[in-house]
């Protein structure tokens, strides 16, 4: 709290300096004279944190009583606001009439009055303390600045701010505790973002009310702008935040500008008339008094910017770069409001700079704040020929954020760089322009939708008469319309993303002005010839727009953007309601047009396969409801001859699917499709049974012509095409393939156009048989066990026939029965599960014989180093479509490792590849290791181990090959690639140490084990054989939690001999080195600090080492450790601790335990490691550290 201050006696008093000192204007706290706090006794100081308290404890007792505003009428007495800061935070007046009542206590008592509101803006910095204040008459600007010191007392724990807030110097005090509570600005809650706007509110009612009294005294503006000044330059965030964001006074003052233009246009006007009505050479009172009413509003708008000027050098330029975002926030809010009100004074390069420099901000608010406001400036042409210098300097900066990281932001930046393009001529660069139009093919939607906004105005703007003129008939809407659409199929054609129309539709969407939509007209564009030669499509602009035609219907079908661009919205009634007409108006048109546009392309593979996508969004009750059905007779027409016409796959596919749709059982529609179906499968099952026998029947096949073969491989297709979506089994075409399939296993000689579809459609028919046996099981009515074996016998021949297949001489035949053999596999693998047992005569499991060679298909057809050279040659085209095959094949295997078809153990062959292969296939093998880890984590992380120790043990072996060079082990590159593969699979283990502690844990043994163990090919005859290998692991020893590191270094102790101790130096023991210092959280690099902390570790017995000497001088034991016979015992018991079969946390030791805290087991055990096996307990040797369980069950 402020109190009032006491008058200054007449004499001063003096600092020890001899200068003139500042009069002390005591506080009054309850009752009692309060010192400078800077000079009083420890006794007083207690005091003053006693006080201090006190106004703590009472302002928390009023915000709990504020906080129940329905008590009864005592306790609303009791709440009754009465300072400044009580009646803004509980909101509960009008702000206009606090403002006013504020304003009468002035024009009483100024001091009084100021000293409340400066304690209004200290209490809603969140200050609970309390404010003193002293006067000062003559001290120097120096001695003055002496006095604003801001420290803090260790004693007392108290916090000391001085502030000059003329014609005082304040001193607020609060305890240090205070900060960490938050401010009321920031505070959550909807009480306190009620403040805030209040408080907001609170600053631009003062000004606004003050405008016609105060505002121009030169004492009120004065004290606020000292204060504010003193705020923003302190260390405490919260006196930073309020200060600056009472900037909102320059918004309010820009608004009494405002006002006062039309003040002084009135009073000049008043004026001009009475000195016209006044005689020439005189002047009366009246005349006089309008002429000072004049010079005094003229005056005013000087004294306010000037007020401007201070605010804004003591707040906004100390803290526009203030470390705290919501600070520079503010500032840059504020700064774009200013530009934009009062452009006369703010607009120009003095203050845009401040703007143009935050665009740099590291904050995404700050720069998203910054666009926002310059936008509001592009937006008036009026104000932008004062921003040339600008558009110079910061240009480049603006169209650099379109490619922000931030989607918001680079949407702003688009839509300012938009608004400079259409406003700011020759600004924007037509190179930059054409940068822009990229973004429609964008996956953030927003930011597609504005460059889409951009298109439109840039390539369909035209003169507004030519525009007029061009919608006055239907032949110049239709020659609009064409020249509309050639300047978007142009663009599109041009920019090569030939791919991507249904992104450039959903972008132009909103903003095409219904070009897209006015079926009427794009379709008659098609149909009809043009009237002249150069306006006639050529045949590439003809498909972009039957592409265009085919993303607007469905854009307009389904109502949501494209995949990858966002999910559905949710629409309104209305919205529902235009959507459904819209379909409606869309179905009938296509309805009548389509047949007659099938009918015009129907040799044009890729014009007729988008045209059949449109009929599957149609709204099909049109059909019956507007009495078109001899439409549909049409379309199914148009589709029998396509389907007759072409072997297509994707034609073939579409007609399928629209036969599916138009089958529907509940349509009114389904009789006449159906029978429409039917013949036209009889049609194709007759030709093909008449070319199988004729082709059987010459020579057993081998008579045939080739003519022969290509008609029959035609029908193939079309026939698989239509049993993917139907069930063909009545007419046994699954029978006849199955014999082509077997010719072609004994014989040979088919092409693969003819055998690539006879395995789908076998496969096809085979899982067709499934379905119906399922389908009779659900319907409570088995089948039969002879069904079931038949269906069996068919299965496995069909098996066989794609095992034999995988050699086949032909790369697509076999990677289609490989593809086809996984996906049958899958089915097997699951039958006779649950409650269909009836189905376990169908269950199938490969073999390891067959395992092996389908892993070893994988390695040839997809990891082949033959093929690699081969495709470097080939085009772009080429090798994305290799790379897609491969893709296939890869990820069919992987599936069936995910479903535990196959030993999860042979996907080693697999990661093996993973880093060479990254780019192309890293994203499936990635997925197969946290799938595999989902089923199984220890076996999945056997599997990351097993793989690094076979590419260790093959490096190794190129290593001894080529000793002659004299490399490191550990320096070559492959051993470099191994150990980068290692922090790979380290990272897929995640941030969730618990849950990965298992597998981490034997990855660990693992390979400490194998870093120990087999025969050393080193001079060095200590030196274990594959101890480079600690490098590898140790990249996964940051997965391990710290009392688990305890573990695997106790683990490690064990191999550790007295030999080794002895003779571990030099660079062969580096890996020792470096995987002690992952496990332990040194980074000691010096041998001796590493061999010295080595001679800590317990020493073995004597005895051990020539136990140790005796095994590797026996070759045929490999797999004995160093250690010896107390490596045995010990096994044992890492096994326990080190446990990777099962970890149950008992009492985790906190983390501030060190390795010298061990158990008491531990020690002991440590103590004895070189002991005989017999020395040891049988307690000791089951006995666990507290940090682990372990599950003796799974030993």
């Not at 606090?98 to 304690?119: G, N, S």
């Not at 203030?322 to 607009?347: A, T």
Request: glycine share 4%.
């Amino acid at each position: 709290m402020i109190a009032e201050p006491s008058p200054a006696p007449d004499t001063s008093q003096k600092e020890s300096d001899g200068q003139e000192a500042a009069e002390p204007a005591s506080a009054v706290q309850n009752g009692g004279f309060v010192k400078n706090p800077c000079n009083l006794t420890p006794k007083e100081r207690r005091k003053v944190q006693e006080q201090c308290d006190n106004v703590r404890k009472k302002n928390i007792s009023s915000r709990k009583r504020s906080s129940h505003p329905e008590s009864s009428e005592d306790e609303v007495e009791e709440v009754e606001a009465v300072t400044l800061f009580e009646v803004v935070s509980l909101g509960k007046r009008a702000m206009q009439s606090v403002v006013d009542d504020w304003i009468e206590a002035y024009k009483e008592d100024r001091d009084l009055a100021l000293l409340d509101l400066i304690h209004f803006f200290i209490q809603c910095s969140g200050c609970q303390g309390m404010v003193t204040a002293e006067m000062y008459k003559s001290l120097h600007s120096s001695d003055i600045l002496k006095k604003m010191i801001e420290k803090f007392d260790e004693e007392t724990g108290l916090q000391y701010k001085r502030i000059m807030a003329r014609p005082w110097i304040l001193t607020v005090t609060w305890p240090m505790e205070l900060e960490d509570e938050g401010y009321p600005i920031v505070k959550p809650g909807p009480h306190w973002k009620k403040f805030k706007a209040n408080f907001c509110e609170f600053t631009a009612v003062l000004i606004q009310q003050c405008q016609y009294s105060i505002l121009y005294d030169g004492y009120l503006m004065n004290t606020i702008t000292s204060l504010l000044s003193g705020l923003t330059g302190s260390v405490v965030r919260a006196f930073r935040h309020t200060s600056t964001l009472a900037v909102k006074l320059v918004t309010a003052l820009v608004s009494v500008i405002q006002n006062l233009d039309v003040s002084i246009h009135n009073a000049q006007q008043l004026y001009e008339v009475e000195k016209n009505r006044t005689p020439e050479g005189e002047n009366g009172p009246r005349l006089d008094e309008l002429d000072r009413k004049r010079k005094e509003c003229q005056q005013k708008p000087v004294e306010i910017e000037n007020m401007m000027n201070a605010l804004f050098k003591g707040t906004f330029v100390q803290r526009y770069r203030d470390v705290i975002p919501e600070i520079r926030i503010v500032c840059i809010e504020e700064m774009g409001s200013w530009l934009k009100l009062y452009p006369n004074m703010f607009l120009n390069d003095s203050y845009l700079k401040y703007l143009g420099w935050m665009l740099y901000d590291k904050q995404a608010e700050v720069r998203l704040k910054c666009l926002q406001g310059l936008r509001g400036l592009y937006e008036h042409k009026e104000l932008i020929f004062k921003m040339g210098l600008f558009n110079t300097r910061f240009k480049s900066r603006i169209v650099s954020m379109t490619t922000d990281k931030e989607p918001e932001v680079a949407v702003e930046a688009m839509k300012l760089v938009m608004l400079m393009v259409l406003h700011c001529e020759n600004t924007v660069s037509s190179e930059e322009c054409e940068a822009m139009y990229h973004f429609v093919y964008a996956t953030y939607r927003p930011l597609a939708v504005v460059a889409g906004e951009l298109l439109c105005k840039r390539l369909f703007c035209l003169p507004q008469g030519e525009e007029d003129a061009s919608h006055s008939k239907k032949k110049n809407k239709l020659v609009y319309s064409l020249g509309r659409l050639k300047k978007l199929i142009t663009f599109f054609l041009s920019h090569g993303f030939h791919k991507h129309v249904t992104y450039l539709v959903d972008s132009l969407w909103d903003w095409e002005d219904g070009l897209l939509r006015d079926w009427e007209c794009l379709t008659n564009l098609l149909r009809d010839k043009p009237m002249r030669k150069e306006e006639a499509f050529t045949d590439a602009q003809e498909s972009v727009l039957v592409e265009i035609i085919a993303a607007a219907v469905r854009q307009t079908a389904e109502g949501h953007p494209p995949v990858g661009r966002g999910g559905r919205k949710t629409l309104s009634a209305k919205e529902k309601r235009v959507h459904v007409e819209e379909c409606i108006r869309m179905t009938e048109r296509f309805i009548v047009v389509l047949p007659e546009l099938l009918a015009k392309y129907s040799s044009d593979i890729e014009k007729v396969t988008n045209f059949l996508q449109i009929p599957q969004y149609y709204n099909l009750n049109v059909y019956v409801a507007g009495r078109l059905e001899k439409y549909l007779d049409a379309l199914l027409k148009e589709m029998k001859e396509l389907v007759h016409r072409h072997t297509d796959l994707n034609i073939l596919e579409a007609c399928s699917k629209i036969y599916g749709i138009l089958s529907d059982d509940q349509l009114t529609l389904h009789p006449v499709v159906s029978v429409a179906l039917h013949q036209l499968i009889d049609e194709m099952a007759k030709d093909f049974s008449h070319l199988l026998d004729e082709f059987f029947q010459e020579e057993e096949g081998f008579g045939v012509s080739e003519e022969h073969i290509i008609r029959m491989s035609c029908i193939l297709k079309r026939l698989t095409a239509f049993h993917n979506a139907h069930d063909l089994t009545s007419w046994h075409i699954g029978d006849r393939t199955l014999k082509i399939l077997n010719f072609e296993k004994e014989n040979g000689g088919l092409p693969a156009e003819t055998l690539i579809p006879a395995l789908e459609c076998s496969y096809f028919a085979l899982l067709w048989k499934l379905e119906l046996a399922t389908e009779s099981l659900v319907a409570e009515k088995p089948p039969t066990q002879e069904s079931l074996s038949e269906l069996n016998e068919q299965m496995v021949c069909f098996r066989l026939i794609c095992e034999a297949y995988l050699n086949h001489h032909n790369k697509d035949v076999s990677e289609k029965a490989f593809i086809l053999l996984c996906d049958l596999l899958i089915v097997l693998s699951h039958q006779g599960v649950d409650k269909d047992e009836d189905f376990s005569v169908l269950k199938f499991l490969p073999d390891h014989d067959l395992q092996s060679r389908m892993i070893e298909f994988v390695k040839d057809h997809v990891f082949g180093e033959n093929s690699l050279p081969e495709e470097m040659n080939r085009e772009e085209a080429h090798r994305l479509e290799s790379i897609y095959k491969k893709r296939i094949v890869l990820a069919e295997y992987c599936k069936l490792i995910a479903y535990n078809v196959v030993e999860m153990m042979t996907a080693v062959e697999i990661y093996k590849h993973y880093m060479q292969t990254y780019h192309d296939f890293g994203d499936i093998i990635k997925e197969t290791i946290n799938r595999t880890r989902h089923n199984n984590r220890i076996e999945s992380a056997r599997t990351l181990i097993v793989c690094l120790q076979e590419l260790y043990q093959n490096h190794m072996a190129t290593y001894c090959n080529n000793n002659s060079r004299k490399k490191q082990i550990d320096s070559s590159a492959s051993f470099a690639s191994i150990k980068e593969l290692a922090r790979r699979f380290s990272l897929t283990f995640g941030w969730d140490q618990m849950n990965s502690r298992e597998s981490i844990a034997m990855i660990h043994k693992e390979g400490i084990d194998f870093a120990f163990h087999g025969n050393s090919q080193d001079i060095d005859y200590y030196l274990p054989p594959n101890l480079t290998f600690l490098a590898i692991i140790s990249e996964f020893s940051n997965k391990l939690l710290k009392p688990d590191k305890k573990l695997v270094y106790y683990y490690l102790q064990e191999f550790v001999t007295d030999h080794m101790l002895l003779t571990c130096k030099g660079e062969k023991w580096h890996p020792l080195y470096c995987y002690r210092s992952s496990l332990i959280g040194t980074d000691d690099d010096a041998e001796s600090t590493i061999a010295s902390s080595f001679r800590e570790w317990p020493p073995a017995d004597r005895s051990k080492v020539f136990a140790t000497k005796r095994k590797f001088s026996d070759e045929s034991i490999v797999d004995i450790s160093l250690p010896g016979s107390s490596r045995q015992t010990m096994d044992l018991q890492s096994d326990s601790h080190l446990s990777y079969f099962s970890w149950k946390s008992k009492t985790v030791t906190s983390e501030e335990n060190t390795l010298d805290e061990l158990d008491p087991a531990v020690q002991d055990t440590s103590s004895r490691m070189g002991d005989s096996p017999e020395s040891l307990s049988e307690e000791q040797t089951e006995d666990d550290i507290d940090v682990v369980e372990t599950d003796e069950g799974n030993l």
